[in-house]
């Protein structure tokens, strides 16, 4: 039996990425021949986007795509009219109110509601299916009708995917070059995939591995692997191991010697017939990639203000000053807070690749490591706004900001050096703020951190994978 689904659209954040997102997995889910877009009045650009992305990328013409905008005057009416025990309501894109309003007429019906889950952290503002499949599993909230246990092949193939929302992809990712390598890894695993990941589901264990070429794998047992990383669907324990000398050993929750072995692992295996000379000014160490990947939680504190999240701080200030270590940190990772990137940060990275490259040109894993950190900071600058300095090194630019631009907002620093510098100089409608580094426990940021480090392990192996 085939069901029509009603997706709204309306939300007021990451509205097209969403609701992209969300009709797929519903799509992919369940036995769907049609679906209906419902959109709020304000939303109309964006929703024919959104039919023009569904018509490209579903496969071949078995499922139409239609739209509708919503009666702001007899929506209850109209909700009733197209809800009924053979649509499948899907609330999750659309604003609080008329997903209120839906989601009551749709338990009256005993209509099926379902809503996509969504990691957030740094896969934040990517759209399914550049997102794994198991970070945005499908919650049933009322009705009889399940979601089937393997996913339906909605898809031609990946280079089907990749070409019919190119557009999209290059608008919002393909700028985005470290977002970019991560979404194009999910894309795979989620091809390669069929199991789907729902609410009610028996709990699943799942399995990523990287081999010592690069290439990641999803519940597959490879003899070259170097990285493991299970967990439980449903359960927020993890486990992370590397294979040294033939046994995989766990690394501690926390420990940052054990992560510093895993990545020596993972880079070593790699390098074999290579340059290793990884010496001098330029050295490029574990902790180095630890760092740039997003393999720790960036916490701060200052002087009126104990210890917290960094992503914490967006209730106490207007903005958040990113001193260039903290690009070194994994800054990155930290999508939906708003950050000023000084040209001084700029002006100190670009002189840093410029030497990897200068002193080291053949040095595969000083020019790799260059090139994801240009790439992390291109980044950041096409997501935030620029603040001008001084074209010198940032310790002695940054207290030279015209404090007007910078008012009510935090400067935030490794540098215990630069701390206590600033802290002389600024005045107190602006906070210096000190940052510290954990290895992650976070789940999902893990995860994208592990497809960059396969994506880094590729590029060391072959010089022209993209």
């Not at 959104?50 to 109209?78: D, F, H, P, R, W």
């Not at 609080?96 to 934040?124: C, D, L, Q, R």
């Not at 074999?272 to 939680?297: C, H, Q, T, V, Y």
């Not at 790439?375 to 630019?397: H, I, K, P, W, Y």
Request: aromatic share 10%.
């Amino acid at each position: 039996m085939s069901f029509k689904a009603l997706v709204l659209f309306g939300s007021s954040t990451d509205l097209l990425e969403s609701s992209f997102s969300s009709t797929l997995r519903l799509v992919e889910s369940f036995d769907i021949d049609s679906v209906k877009i419902l959109y709020s009045s304000f939303a109309e650009d964006q929703c024919i986007k959104l039919k023009e992305l569904l018509q490209k990328v579903l496969k071949g013409e078995c499922i139409t795509i239609a739209s509708e905008q919503i009666n702001e005057s007899g929506y209850e009416t109209q909700f009733d009219r197209l809800i009924d025990s053979n649509t499948i309501l899907s609330p999750t894109s659309g604003s609080k109110f008329y997903a209120f309003v839906s989601t009551k007429i749709a338990v009256e019906k005993n209509t099926t509601i379902i809503h996509t889950m969504f990691p957030f952290g740094p896969w934040k503002g990517m759209f399914y299916p550049f997102v794994p499949r198991f970070f945005q599993p499908v919650k049933t909230i009322n009705g009889d009708i399940q979601p089937q246990e393997k996913v339906r092949n909605i898809f031609d193939n990946e280079e089907a995917v990749k070409k019919s929302i190119s557009g999209f992809t290059y608008q919002k990712l393909g700028a985005s070059k470290i977002s970019f390598r991560v979404g194009n890894m999910a894309l795979k695993l989620n091809l390669n995939n069929p199991l789907n990941y729902y609410d009610g589901t028996p709990n699943v264990s799942t399995s990523l591995g990287i081999s010592k070429n690069g290439a990641m794998s999803l519940n597959k047992s490879d003899s070259d692997s170097i990285i493991k990383f299970q967990f439980e669907n449903k359960a927020k324990n993890f486990n992370l191991s590397y294979n040294k000398d033939g046994e995989f050993r766990q690394i501690e929750r926390g420990a940052f010697q054990d992560m510093k072995n895993l990545i020596k692992i993972a880079i070593d295996a790699d390098l074999e017939n290579l340059n290793k000379d990884n010496s001098g000014r330029n050295a490029i160490s574990p902790a180095d990639i630890i760092g740039l990947l997003g393999f720790e939680d960036i916490k701060v504190e200052g002087e009126n203000l104990m210890e917290r999240p960094v992503e914490n701080l967006g209730d106490q200030v207007k903005g958040i000053v990113v001193d260039t270590n903290l690009v070194y940190s994994g800054i990155l990772m930290y999508k939906g807070m708003k950050m000023m990137i000084p040209y001084c940060t700029y002006v100190e990275i670009a002189n840093r690749r410029s030497e990897l490259l200068k002193y080291d040109p053949d040095n595969r894993i000083k020019y790799v490591y260059g090139t994801f950190l240009w790439e992390s900071l291109t980044e950041l600058m096409n997501r935030n706004q620029m603040l001008r300095t001084e074209a010198f090194f940032c310790d002695g630019v940054i207290p030279m900001i015209d404090p007007l631009l910078i008012k009510d907002c935090a400067i935030v620093t490794r540098d215990e050096g630069a701390y206590r510098h600033w802290l002389d100089i600024f005045p107190r409608n602006v906070m210096v703020m000190k940052a510290t580094q954990n290895v992650s426990e976070n789940r999902a940021k893990i995860v994208f951190a592990l497809m960059l480090l396969s994506s880094m392990i590729r590029e060391l192996k072959f010089s022209n994978y993209n």
